[in-house]
């Protein structure tokens, strides 16, 4: 039987987005099978707060900057107290010092780094060592974020292809009032709902565009979207400019909102970029019937017309429509649905969490 691993965990954002419930959902996994777990983290971060939470213990690490001397040391520190077998930097913020940290220590933890994003990486001098010689090995969460990396000159032999998974138990509603009430929605309207960042690349204006022309097709219908970022102030100015207030509801950070799901009668994405999109695992596997843009790794998740509906990236009359149609056809909703709870059995985070074990055992040995 092989001996227990000793993994600290690295991630330097302040918020909660999928990146960080997939490194606390791995924690969790490789504690179950008796592996030691640390993370570290910002001890102001939502990570902090929901690792302890979760019974974690977790290091507090002064973030500054990537090229921060002393961060590095401070981070070196810890690892020579700590001893970990795989240092596991989970954001771009925290690969860099945890890439230079590790060679600091004696004997040097094995370092994983993971690119969750397919953006190309940035060409001056620093950032291109940070992924293609800082880690061991850098872990590409869909094919697609592995093509982008190949494409970057990253070398074959250092990506492993490990998708991200979701817990398949259906989770329990938030608390508070059910999504139709959170959406204002008149009795017999449908409700859409969207959960992503409000970040850039979530591409929030084209999701506009597509309630905005669904109203005339759908006039009952109302729009929910349940997300935290910097944008949330603009978009609702956005809303209101358009007249779509009584519409489309940006409701903020809602915790648990995957468990809003089951109320859903579509579930919408309008990424213009996307590394995989794990919202659209969660929908899949509450049997929602999805239409989101071709964006990123999306494809490798829905296939058209089988799993669900896609429409061109920033396309927001074509997303309408795929929207409308899975509204108005209710048999093809349910038949897409059905397919995708079968295809999303291949995003078991127990898989993930499998193949990243087995990682760490192959850079170890």
């Not at 920033?314 to 997303?319: N, V």
Request: positive net charge; charged residues 25%.
């Amino acid at each position: 039987m092989s001996p227990p691993l000793s993994v600290v965990h690295c991630d330097f954002r302040l918020g909660w987005a999928g990146g960080q419930n997939q490194l606390l959902l791995l924690a969790s996994g490789l504690a179950r099978r008796g592996h030691r777990q640390r993370i570290l983290t910002r001890p102001e971060s939502e990570l902090a707060r929901r690792a302890r939470e979760a019974g974690f213990l977790v290091l507090g690490h002064p973030y500054r900057g990537e090229v921060d001397p002393r961060g590095y040391w401070s981070l070196r520190r810890q690892l020579a107290r700590h001893r970990p077998d795989v240092v596991h930097a989970h954001d771009s913020h925290s690969l860099m010092p945890a890439a230079v940290a590790a060679r600091l220590v004696r004997p040097r933890p094995a370092v994983v780094g993971h690119r969750r994003v397919d953006f190309p990486i940035r060409g001056h001098a620093l950032s291109r060592w940070k992924y293609s010689r800082g880690p061991d090995r850098l872990v590409a969460i869909s094919e697609n974020v592995r093509r982008v990396l190949l494409g970057d000159g990253i070398a074959a032999d250092r990506i492993a292809l490990i998708p991200s998974g979701i817990d398949l138990e259906t989770p329990p509603p938030p608390e508070g009032p059910g999504l139709r009430r959170r959406a204002e929605a008149p009795a017999g309207a449908a409700v859409v709902l969207t959960i992503a960042s409000l970040a850039d690349y979530k591409d929030h204006p084209t999701l506009i565009e597509a309630a905005s022309r669904l109203k005339a097709r759908e006039p009952m219908t109302r729009w929910a979207v349940c997300g935290a970022g910097g944008l949330l102030e603009p978009i609702r100015r956005e809303v209101e400019r358009r007249g779509l207030s009584g519409r489309i509801r940006y409701l903020g950070n809602v915790p648990g909102a995957r468990g809003l799901l089951p109320q859903a009668d579509v579930f919408c994405l309008s990424s213009k970029t996307e590394g995989l999109g794990t919202s659209v695992l969660d929908a899949m596997a509450a049997g929602v019937p999805v239409a989101a843009t071709a964006a990123g790794g999306i494809p490798e998740m829905i296939e058209h017309e089988v799993t669900g509906l896609l429409a061109p990236v920033g396309d927001g009359a074509a997303l309408a429509a795929a929207v409308d149609r899975l509204l108005d056809d209710r048999p093809l909703a349910r038949r897409l649905a059905d397919a995708a709870l079968d295809r999303v059995r291949d995003f078991d985070i127990e898989r993930t969490i499998e193949r990243t074990e087995a990682l760490y055992r192959e850079l170890v040995a």
